[in-house]
């Protein structure tokens, strides 16, 4: 009776065992798939956040390059700019201003003004001149505008002028202006974009 009991005993044990190990084996096995479950989560998220990180590092790069491209294209275009109106203000502004402070080349213009202006629009003109000019201006306008003064020209001298003169009816209203600074803005203007040619674009 023993003997069958220590059987019994032995083979209660055994099935135990085995029970208890297949369930181990299934809790490890479980275990392992959840495990690698979980590794290739990780992997898949660690993935997903290099190529983000890899993309924004390029777009990053990307925008810098663009924006450095467009200021250094700024700068230079910028310094073309103030090059060429350094070497028109050489080429421009002194020889206007030379041409326009002699009394017998403000006479021609002033007469070939109210020429224009005589032949389109009725009324009486005034030629506003520069106060400091006037002892050099006045002879040489007398002896080249005698007719138009006879006409109803009239002048006024202005202590806000240069260079040139300025025109406009007697009644009022706009004036036209001819001054030095007039001329110098109309030939740089003309002149701007063949200069910058000339200069970078050879």
């Known amino acids: 009776m023993d003997n069958r009991i220590s059987e019994i005993t032995e083979k209660l044990y055994k099935e135990g065992v085995e ?22 989560d990780a992997r898949a998220k660690a993935k997903e956040l290099t ?12 925008n810098v390059e663009t924006e450095l491209k467009m200021a250094s294209a700024q700068a230079l275009d910028a310094l073309k700019k103030a090059a060429t ?14 041409a326009l402070s002699d009394p017998e080349t403000v006479a021609e213009l002033l007469k070939t003004v109210v ?15 520069p106060a400091a000019a006037q002892g050099k201006l006045e002879k040489a306008l007398k002896a080249a505008l005698a007719k138009e003064l006879k006409a109803g020209l009239s002048f006024s001298w202005s202590d806000r002028l240069r260079t040139g003169f300025q025109v406009r009816p007697q009644d009022g209203g706009y004036k036209l202006s001819f001054t030095a600074e007039d001329f110098a803005e109309f030939f740089k203007d003309f002149l701007r974009a063949r200069a910058r040619a000339l200069m970078f674009e050879a």
Do not use: F, H, N, Y
């Open 19 to 40: 029970k208890g190990e297949l369930r181990a084996d299934e809790i490890v096995s479980k275990a392992k798939e959840e495990a690698e479950a979980i590794l290739a």
């Open 85 to 98: 109106d350094a070497v028109l203000a050489k080429c421009v502004d002194a020889p206007v201003s030379g």
């Open 115 to 129: 020429a224009q202006w005589s032949a389109g629009k009725e009324g009486k003109l005034e030629a506003i001149l």
């Open 51 to 62: 190529d983000k990180a890899a993309a924004d590092a390029t777009e990053t790069r990307r």
